[in-house]
């Protein structure tokens, strides 16, 4: 079983940044696809970016591209976002995830691990 921890959520205004990570149990962490997901109150979970199994390809959602940033460290088993200019529209709980696959994708329902959640709230 493989276990997502995510750390780095908080508080910042518009404008600032954050840097969300994902530390991963699993010791076949360098075969997976990760990804990150948000879901705001009253809406659905939505993808937001996304890593092949050694970083070398990456996809972004239209409404974070040019601001947010992954990145992964197959020695570390991490998975990291890079969050800058935030926006109070990307409020939300952040969720790393992991597929048992090493290509990326960027539907929910093509990941089989999930992380607790942390939340991310951006003042105006």
């Known amino acids: 079983q493989v276990q997502l921890v995510e750390s780095g959520g908080g508080l910042v205004q518009a404008g600032g940044s954050l840097r969300l990570s994902c530390a991963a149990s699993?010791?076949?962490?360098?075969?997976?696809?990760m990804g990150w997901f948000r879901q705001a109150p009253g809406k659905e979970r939505e993808f937001v970016a996304a890593?092949?199994?050694?970083?070398?390809?990456?996809a972004y959602a239209d409404s974070v591209k040019g601001r947010f940033t992954i990145s992964r460290d197959n020695i570390k088993n991490t998975v990291t976002l890079q969050m800058n200019s935030l926006k109070p529209e990307d409020t939300a709980v952040y969720y790393c995830?992991?597929?048992?696959?090493?290509?990326?994708?960027?539907?929910?329902?093509?990941?089989?691990?999930w992380g607790q959640g942390t939340q991310v709230t951006v003042s105006s």
């Open positions: 995830a992991g597929r048992n696959d090493p290509r990326l994708r960027t539907g929910p329902f093509e990941y089989d691990y």
């Open positions: 890593t092949n199994w050694y970083g070398g390809s990456t």
């Open positions: 699993a010791r076949t962490f360098s075969s997976y696809a």
